[in-house]
């Protein structure tokens, strides 16, 4: 009754239990996490953080009830030759095969004043990861320290919620690891626009209760501080068991350790091909894992994942170079409009996109994302893409039965119809019955819409006929 056994209690810990039912795993599934909570979302904490989303909502869907859940449990050891667990409170639990989905930690960066000297984060400074950081904030005005995608969306999540912010960033512009010189102007003038205090190509050199200083000798004040600075992915265990890390634990094609028995995913996993930690990279590791442990597959292959940072307003996208880097004949569009505070920048091979970013349009931002994601051919109209007047791939008419909305949880628009005709009658209810919008939460004004258009068409009646997709 050993079974599988995953350490954490994350989305990837989540979604890996229910996929090995859903793909009819009979042993025993048991999930270890050292949160109080049950799993839960956490690409949606910059909802929390400003205020639009109750943070008791972040929970996703209950597990199968033959599903054991243990929260608040820290497992402190892992004797592979006993192919044994030891938890914090002094249990022992048996596996057949382990998963490691221990996740990742806020790095806290070297600056004298953030931590005592026990390592503790001082009064006023906090970090961005669990449901706990982001309660609301008791005293402004905020320092956020890192301008990455963390930081970005903190700082615009802040600013929604009304309070004085100020970001600090040692890059000459916000996300400056994803952006150019081009799209990172545009980032920094929506982020000022915002009324977000950016200072760029400074450090935090020292914090004191109260007040930062800078390393050109500014002093902000900052009532709390927010740490945005990265993260590490959280392989104490998998050290200490022995097993193969360099960033992430080593995992081969199979999501597998230097143990067989072992496996790893989600943000505390290492494969030099794997995308940025992205929910939805976690999301399908869990899938290809769950496929690979009940035999229903044999590989993990990644997904074509993007960045979209979730910044209500401000429409972004960033398509990963890939490993191979760019090759003679690969060809590069741009458009530029600052003043329209649009920008991309594309690189194509062939007619399909191999990286880039798109910034400032909406139906752009939709239309590149999907084609990248589906390793589509990009139309011959390149301006109509990138200015978002084709609207053909950004959802423009009617889509079809079979486009997928969601995409997390690879919920399709029949889906949704299919469940409010069953009664789902709000985003919330079309939320509990597909999952669509509880993923990174992107899809929740199409599903608004849709629900909008189902509820004017069942007063109505159906418009005519256009091939059944409405
Ligand atoms: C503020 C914020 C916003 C984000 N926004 C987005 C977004 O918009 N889009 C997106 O795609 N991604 C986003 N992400 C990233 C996304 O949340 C992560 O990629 C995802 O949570 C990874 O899931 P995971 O299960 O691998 O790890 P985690 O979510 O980190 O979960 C790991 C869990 O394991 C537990 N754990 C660790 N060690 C142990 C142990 N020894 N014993 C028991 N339990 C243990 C931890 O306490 C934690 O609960 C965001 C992240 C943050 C912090």
Request: net charge positive; aromatic share 2%.
């Amino acid at each position: 009754m050993s079974g599988v056994l995953v350490v954490g209690g994350g989305p990837a810990a989540h979604r890996l239990a229910e996929r090995l039912r859903r793909y009819g795993y009979e042993g025993a599934v048991t999930v270890v996490g050292a949160e109080p909570r049950a799993p839960y979302n956490r690409a949606l904490l910059g909802s929390v953080l400003d205020g639009t989303l109750d943070a008791g909502r972040l929970t996703l869907p209950g597990l199968p009830s033959d599903v054991r859940v243990l929260t608040g449990t820290r497992v402190t050891g892992v004797d592979r030759a006993a192919r044994t667990v030891r938890t914090g409170d002094g249990r022992e639990f048996g596996y057949d095969t382990l998963v490691l989905a221990t996740g990742a930690r806020p790095r806290t960066p070297p600056v004298p004043g953030l931590t005592d000297g026990a390592g503790r984060l001082a009064e006023g400074v906090r970090t961005v990861r669990t449901a706990a950081d982001c309660r609301p904030l008791s005293e402004g005005p905020a320092v956020v320290l890192g301008g990455g995608l963390r930081g970005v969306e903190t700082a615009a999540a802040l600013r929604r919620a009304g309070h004085e912010v100020a970001l600090v960033h040692p890059g000459d512009r916000p996300l400056s690891r994803h952006l150019d010189a081009a799209g990172g102007a545009v980032l920094a003038e929506w982020l000022r626009s915002r009324g977000v205090a950016l200072h760029l190509g400074v450090r935090v050199a020292e914090y004191a209760r109260g007040k930062v200083v800078l390393d050109d000798g500014r002093v902000l004040a900052a009532g709390t501080v927010l740490l945005c600075a990265g993260s590490v992915p959280d392989t104490g265990l998998a050290r200490s068991a022995g097993l193969p890390v360099r960033e992430g634990v080593v995992v081969d094609s199979r999501l597998r350790s230097a143990d067989p028995r072992v496996h790893a995913l989600g943000d505390c996993a290492q494969r030099a091909d794997l995308p940025g930690a992205t929910v939805l990279g976690a999301w399908e590791q869990a899938d290809a894992l769950a496929r690979i442990l009940t035999g229903k597959d044999l590989l993990y292959r990644d997904g074509r994942q993007v960045l979209r940072p979730r910044t209500p307003g401000m429409n972004l996208v960033v398509l990963p170079p890939d490993a191979g880097g760019d090759e003679d004949g690969d060809e590069t569009v741009t458009l530029r409009d600052p003043a329209g505070g649009r920008y991309a920048r594309l690189v194509l091979r062939g007619a399909r996109l191999r990286h880039g970013l798109v910034i400032g349009s909406a139906r752009a931002v939709a239309a590149v994302s999907r084609l990248y994601g589906g390793d589509a051919p990009v139309p011959s109209d390149l301006l109509a893409l990138l200015t978002g007047a084709d609207g053909t791939y950004a959802g423009a008419g009617e889509p079809p039965e079979d486009a997928v909305v969601c995409h997390c949880n690879n919920v399709t628009r029949k889906a949704l119809k299919d469940a409010w005709r069953a009664g789902a009658r709000d985003t919330g209810a079309l939320g509990r019955a597909t999952r669509a919008t509880t993923g990174c939460g992107s899809c929740a004004p199409v599903v608004r819409q849709l629900c909008a258009a189902l509820a004017r068409e069942a007063v109505s009646g159906p418009a005519p006929a256009e091939g059944g997709t409405r």
